[in-house]
């Protein structure tokens, strides 16, 4: 967020209140110019183009860093042969720069948010995840770091966790 707020010249408490006020619809496939002058416009800054792009930059760049151990977890259970799939809450700009991260390989499914139009903790993504990936709900397990996406999850019928690292998720999974 730091990095966020210095381009805009704010606080990183005024950006913060309004990045996360209009994030919703970009999260839902709002293009980025379209967010980031929604930002600007909460924090009293005009953004162009060059501003918008240097901001989706700089925003991906900051969401592709992984958890420690989370890799390692994630190489683990699919050499093992668990079929995963990663559910984001997610714009287009970072759905299609993180299709080309290496830690992606671990999945066998992608689903981004920005591509479907409906972003969690809305029942219908989760239904659209397990139509895509041809499993029932009750057969999946969510896990997701905030309360209000698994409780979507649940809504929608998969088995949600809430995340409190790799090691706890082991010992959900019994890995």
Not at 90 to 104: C, I, L
Not at 106 to 126: E, M, N, Q, Y
Request: aromatic content about 8%.
């Amino acid at each position: 967020m730091p990095a966020l707020a210095e381009l805009l010249g704010v606080s990183v408490e005024d950006f913060s209140r309004a990045y996360w006020a209009v994030r919703h619809a970009y999260d839902a496939g709002q293009p980025d110019l379209e967010y980031w002058r929604a930002v600007g416009a909460s924090v009293g800054v005009p953004v162009d183009e060059a501003l918008a792009g240097r901001l989706t930059e700089v925003d991906v760049r900051g969401w592709l860093r992984a958890e420690p151990g989370v890799v390692e977890l994630l190489a683990e259970l699919a050499s093992a042969g668990v079929p995963l799939a990663l559910l984001s809450n997610a714009p287009v700009s970072f759905a299609r720069t993180a299709e080309r991260e290496p830690w992606t390989r671990h999945f066998r499914h992608l689903v981004f948010s920005g591509d479907l139009g409906v972003a969690k903790p809305d029942p219908r993504i989760f239904a659209a995840l397990a139509e895509r990936i041809g499993a029932r709900p009750e057969d999946c397990v969510f896990f997701d770091d905030r309360r209000a996406n698994v409780e979507g999850a649940v809504a929608a019928g998969l088995q949600g966790v809430l995340w409190q690292g790799p090691g706890h998720a082991r010992q959900v999974l019994g890995a």
